[in-house]
């Protein structure tokens, strides 16, 4: 499929090597873009479509609306893509967009606080994974989804950054354009208060786990 | 005194591990931070359990949720786009004849006021110079070297002296004096042979050739009579050509001694507009009477020997 074959392993968009060779494969599919071939942004498209999908599901938590919010930001990346600074990364700039775009959508809700418990997750199922472990990592999922939607927006989407898309504390600073300590500082609250959300919801329920 | 000094530092590192907790269980910390973390929890059950806490609520955080895009995304995408493109492409279009049509609407207006102000100037200027018969020729013959009004206002349109009264524009068609009822000018045609150009809806005749101020005129002699009478004495009938003379009028059966009192000129382009006022006085001295005239005439610079000036013509009036 032409889909699998722009996709890249999850956690490596960014990082290190692979991140240069991707800024690379990307400014020519820009170049090509520019030069009038539409394929060229249909690659970019079913490149990053799961990505940017996973940025503004994990925000917004609703897959309707995720879905139409991903499409607004492909929409508007190309408008903006003749635009675009070269020289920068585009990953970095389409995430950013992403999540302005995301958190946008998930402020203008009037009851932002929904989770979809009944959505199944299409999770990548390692061949070796037990069904028993999907289940429970699916289970995981949904409490991490829930527990997210508690919190405010501006802790949401640095943890869906940080930890849906494995970003470093120097790619988060880029993408919310802000410093690398004051992301540190906004990653440390969102992580201080998910735990305390967490326990709240789900804390009662595993101290009586644990005291059978 | 020496077990509050070691319970506050003991604190105050606590709150400095706190701030390291997360960072320290996801592994994010250096080694030396990582190490001064782990010995302090190593004495600290407080702590000890605060990062129990984190590693409970952080660990599902760790196995990233994979979702896969819906598969009719990228479909929706270009539906999406061929829309907004349409969409782009209307308003472009809107917006492009919206300038055509503005444009259009500035030229129809700016060609208009010129055309109008052409028309205005060739009016002004073709219109035919008033005959006043100072000629020499004339001067000692038996004409009146005076003309009367009825003469200046038949041979052409400027200048047109009126009172505030009686007021016509100037390119109005062909005026006529009062009391002679029977002078029909051509209602469709000026002398000079241009339709004519009504400033008012009084100066328009009918198929008889009655202008509305004529037929009000004779509907208010029939009706009111005395204020007809007073009208004329008011104006103390420069038509007459005896008001510059005798500085005197009647006004309600009084005499009164009129005095210049405005005299304004205003002149715009070839056109001078000119604002007389006179006032009359009766035999106490007491104000008797206000009369304002209101002229106006097109200044033409070539003249001929037959021909003089507006204020020529007027002063001679």
């Known amino acids: ?212 | 005194m020496r077990s509050t000094d070691a319970k506050s530092e003991r604190l105050s590192r606590c709150n400095d591990v706190h701030l390291l907790l997360p960072a320290y269980v996801e592994g994010e910390l250096t080694p030396a931070e990582s190490r001064r973390v782990a010995g302090h929890l190593a004495l600290c059950a407080a702590c000890r359990r605060e990062e129990a806490q984190y590693r409970l609520a952080l660990s599902p955080l760790r196995a990233p949720a994979r979702r896969t895009a819906p598969p009719d995304l990228h479909a929706g995408f270009h539906v999406r786009l061929a829309r907004s493109q349409a969409r782009a492409q209307r308003s472009r279009l809107q917006l492009r004849w919206a300038a055509a049509m503005g444009v259009l609407l500035l030229v129809v207006t700016s060609g208009a006021s010129v055309w109008r102000a052409q028309v205005q100037r060739n009016s002004a200027v073709s219109a035919p110079t008033p005959v006043v018969n100072i000629s020499p020729g004339s001067r000692s013959g038996s004409e009146s070297p005076t003309p009367t009004r009825q003469d200046i206002a038949m041979k052409g349109s400027a200048p047109v002296e009126e009172t505030a009264q009686d007021r016509v524009a100037p390119n109005a068609p062909d005026r006529q004096a009062p009391g002679s009822a029977s002078a029909k000018p051509n209602p469709k045609r000026t002398d000079s042979g241009k339709p004519p150009v009504y400033n008012s809806f009084l100066d328009v005749r009918d198929r008889e050739g009655n202008t509305a101020r004529e037929l009000f005129r004779q509907r208010r002699r029939q009706h009111h009579p005395e204020y007809d009478r007073q009208a004329t004495l008011a104006s103390a009938d420069p038509r007459e050509g005896s008001r510059r003379n005798t500085d005197a009028a009647v006004w309600q059966g009084k005499k009164v001694r009129l005095e210049p009192a405005v005299d304004v000129r205003l002149g715009v382009g070839s056109a001078v507009t000119t604002v007389q006022g006179e006032r009359g006085l009766d035999a106490d001295g007491n104000l008797a009477l206000i009369r304002i005239r209101v002229s106006t005439s097109a200044e033409t610079k070539t003249q001929t020997p037959d021909s003089a000036s507006p204020a020529d013509s007027r002063e001679n009036e």
């Open chain 1, 1 to 212: 499929m032409q889909e699998r074959s722009y996709a890249l392993d999850w956690g490596t968009l960014m990082s290190g090597e692979r991140a240069a060779h991707a800024s690379d494969a990307d400014e020519g599919l820009i170049a090509r873009f520019l030069a009038g071939d539409q394929s060229a942004f249909d690659s970019l498209f079913l490149k990053y479509q799961d990505y940017v999908y996973n940025i503004v599901y994990g925000i917004i938590g609703k897959p309707e609306e995720a879905r139409d919010v991903t499409q607004e930001v492909f929409l508007q990346v190309h408008r903006a893509l003749p635009y675009f600074r070269r020289g920068s990364r585009f990953a970095t700039w389409l995430y950013r967009i992403a999540v302005n775009r995301a958190v946008d959508a998930a402020r203008s809700q009037r009851r932002g606080r929904w989770l979809p418990l009944g959505e199944t997750l299409k999770a990548e199922k390692s061949p070796q994974e037990s069904p028993e472990r999907a289940a429970e990592r699916q289970s995981d999922h949904s409490i991490v989804q829930h527990v997210l939607m508690s919190l405010p927006v501006q802790h949401r989407d640095i943890l869906v950054l940080r930890y849906f898309q494995e970003l470093s504390i120097e790619e988060i600073a880029e993408v919310l354009g802000c410093s690398e300590q004051a992301a540190k500082v906004r990653l440390h609250r969102a992580r201080m208060h998910f735990k305390e959300k967490y326990l709240a919801i789900y804390g009662r329920e595993e101290r009586t786990l644990e005291s059978l």
